[in-house]
């Protein structure tokens, strides 16, 4: 991992409008760009995603699948193939890297003084989606993100399928 960053501005990484304000750690793809972002739950905003897509290629990629129903289609996938139990196990593996993300004086800050978005990040999953439950897969640019943070996803061969995981061909990736 490169070391620590810190995101400022508004960039649109994924579905969501907001940016994370503190960052772990970022992963480069084989021609030196950012990728995904590791982000830190708390701070001066809450960031219940832990994996942040950078990755102008992926982004857009991630985008154009989506609007094309990608997200319902992930989610028949993982039923279709019986892979909900595995769905439940990745939310708990991202629960317990958010509490390790959070950091020791953070978390207890967190728990002991803003208890309820304590309560509420520490119990969300991927991207803080609620575990438990059905199949939820919320959208693909925090999929693919923390497919490529974690290097595990149950859906992968979807993810791989759809090339949610690699990089552009030749390092050109921005947007124009």
């Known amino acids: 991992m490169a070391g620590i960053t810190r995101q400022t501005g508004n960039h649109c990484g994924g579905c969501v409008k907001a940016s994370p304000v503190f ?3 970022e992963k480069l793809c084989s021609f030196g760009h950012v990728m995904i972002q590791i982000c830190r739950p708390f701070g001066r905003k809450i960031f219940p995603t832990s994996f942040w ?3 102008p290629y992926l982004v857009k990629l991630a985008g154009k699948i989506e609007s ?3 997200v319902h289609e992930l989610e028949e996938y993982i039923y279709a193939n019986n ?3 595995e769905w439940r196990k990745y939310n708990i593996i991202h629960q317990s890297l958010r509490v390790i993300l959070g950091g020791r004086y953070e978390n207890d800050f967190a728990r002991k003084y803003r208890t309820k978005i304590f309560r ?3 119990r969300g999953g991927v991207g803080g989606i609620r575990v438990g439950g059905g199949v ?3 959208c693909l640019h925090l999929q693919t993100a923390s497919f490529i943070g974690l290097n595990y996803h149950p859906a ?3 993810l791989k399928s759809h090339g949610l995981c690699g990089e552009c061909e030749n390092g050109l990736c921005e947007i124009r």
Do not use: F, Q, T, Y
């Open 23 to 25: 960052v772990a750690g």
């Open 53 to 55: 897509l950078k990755c």
């Open 68 to 70: 094309l129903g990608g």
């Open 83 to 85: 892979l909900i139990h």
């Open 120 to 122: 509420d990040v520490m």
């Open 136 to 138: 939820n897969v919320k």
């Open 156 to 158: 992968s061969e979807w």
